[in-house]
C-alpha cells in the first residue's frame, strides 16, 4: 500500500528526467522575489511628465506637486526626486522606483543642469559595486537606472542643443527611450515629420538610444509584428491623462476638447500604449543591458582606475626610494669628503 502511494507521489516516466520543469521552478522563485526596476524622467517642465508615468502605471506619484513660479525657476538646480511604490498585479509584484528631475532646463543657463542626474546616475552603479563587493551580497537593492524616458518637446522643430548634449552625456550609462511629449497638438503629417528629424538628428549627432531586440525566429508571427511596429514607433509620440471621460457609455482616460476626445490607450491617437508594451515587454531586456552593458563599463572603468592608483603609489614609493637612496649618497660623500680634509690638516702644520 505505502508503496504504490510513493509511486504516486514519483511517477515514473520512461526516457523522462525532468529538469524540463527548471523555467517551472525559476519562474515560481522569481514571482516569490518580486522583480525591480527604475525608470528616470527626464525633460522641461510643462511637457506632462508626472502624467504619463501615473497614466502609464494607475498610480499617483505626485499627489500633491509644488509648482514653481517664474523667478524662481532663474536660478533653480535640478533636483532629483525618487519615489518608490509597490505594485501588484495577478500575484506578480514590481517595487518600481521613479525617479524625477524637476529643474531641468528651467534655468536662464543650463550648461551644468544635467551634471546632477550624471552624478545620481554614477552614485547607483557605484553603490550597487560596494554592495556586490560586500559580505552580505544575498538581500543586494538594486537602484541602479534601467531606463530613462526623455522627454521631446513638440513645440520645436526637433532636439534642441541641451537635448543633445544631455543625451550624449548619459548615452553610454543608461537606456534611453525618447518620448515626444503632448503629441496631440501635433497633426498626423507633423507627427511623423518631427519623428523622422528627431531620428535624423539622433544618428548625425552619433547618439545610441535603447535598440529593441531582434524577435527570435521560433517566435510567433504576433510578436514578430509587435516588435516591428514598436521599433518603427520609436520616438513614441504620447499623450498622459488621469481624467476617465465617459464616451459612447464607456469610461476611457482621455482628454476632453470642444472638437471631439483624445483617448490615452487608442493606438490610432497616440503612441502610448506601445510605449508602455515596449516598456512591459522589454523590461527584463532593459535590466540586462543595464547589467552586461553599462554597468560592466562603470566597473571596468572604475578597476582601471583603482589598478592606477596603485601603480601610481608603487611609482611614488619607487620614487621617494630612489631619492633617499640618492640624498644617502651624497652624505656619504660630503662624509668622505670632510675626513679626507680633516686628514690633510696636520700634514699642512
Not at 490615452?264 to 506601445?274: A, G, M, R, S
Request: aromatic share 8%.
Amino acid at each position: 500500500m505505502s508503496q504504490s502511494g510513493e509511486k504516486g507521489k514519483f511517477p515514473e516516466t520512461t526516457g523522462y528526467v525532468g529538469f524540463a520543469n527548471l523555467p517551472n521552478q525559476v519562474h515560481r522563485k522569481s514571482v516569490k522575489k518580486g522583480f525591480e526596476f527604475t525608470l528616470m524622467v527626464v525633460g522641461e517642465s510643462g511637457l506632462g511628465k508626472s502624467t504619463l508615468i501615473n497614466s502609464l502605471f494607475l498610480t499617483d506619484l505626485y499627489p500633491e506637486r509644488y509648482i514653481p513660479g517664474a523667478a524662481e525657476k532663474i536660478e533653480r538646480t535640478v533636483q532629483i526626486e525618487a519615489s518608490t511604490v509597490e505594485i501588484e498585479e495577478r500575484g506578480v509584484k514590481l517595487r518600481l522606483t521613479v525617479v524625477d528631475t524637476p529643474g531641468y532646463g528651467d534655468a536662464i543657463n543650463s550648461q551644468d543642469c544635467f551634471k546632477t542626474i550624471i552624478q545620481y546616475i554614477d552614485n547607483q552603479f557605484e553603490r550597487y559595486l560596494h554592495d556586490e563587493s560586500g559580505l552580505n551580497r544575498r538581500h543586494i537593492v538594486d537602484n541602479r537606472v534601467h531606463c530613462c524616458f526623455y522627454f521631446i518637446s513638440p513645440f520645436g522643430h526637433g532636439l534642441k542643443p541641451l537635448d543633445v548634449e544631455f543625451m550624449k552625456a548619459i548615452h553610454s550609462k543608461v537606456n534611453i527611450v525618447p518620448v515626444i511629449a503632448k503629441a496631440d497638438t501635433l497633426t498626423l503629417r507633423e507627427r511623423d515629420r518631427l519623428k523622422r528629424r528627431i531620428l535624423d538628428e539622433i544618428s548625425e549627432h552619433g547618439i545610441r538610444i535603447y535598440q529593441l531586440p531582434d524577435a527570435d525566429s521560433d517566435e510567433d508571427e504576433e510578436f514578430k509584428e509587435q516588435t516591428r511596429v514598436l521599433k518603427a514607433s520609436v520616438p513614441f509620440a504620447v499623450i498622459g491623462s488621469n481624467q476617465l471621460i465617459e464616451v459612447k457609455g464607456k469610461k476611457i482616460r482621455g482628454r476632453l476638447y470642444p472638437w471631439g476626445v483624445v483617448e490615452v490607450e487608442n493606438p490610432e491617437h497616440n503612441d502610448f500604449l506601445k510605449l508602455r508594451t515596449m516598456l512591459v515587454t522589454h523590461m527584463q531586456d532593459l535590466q540586462e543591458v543595464t547589467q552586461d552593458l553599462h554597468y560592466e563599463n562603470f566597473r571596468s572603468e572604475r578597476l582601471k582606475t583603482a589598478g592606477r592608483k596603485v601603480e601610481d603609489e608603487v611609482l611614488d614609493k619607487d620614487q621617494i626610494l630612489m631619492e633617499k637612496e640618492a640624498e644617502l649618497r651624497r652624505m656619504q660623500k660630503m662624509i668622505a669628503q670632510m675626513q679626507a680634509q680633516m686628514k690633510m690638516k696636520p700634514g699642512d702644520d
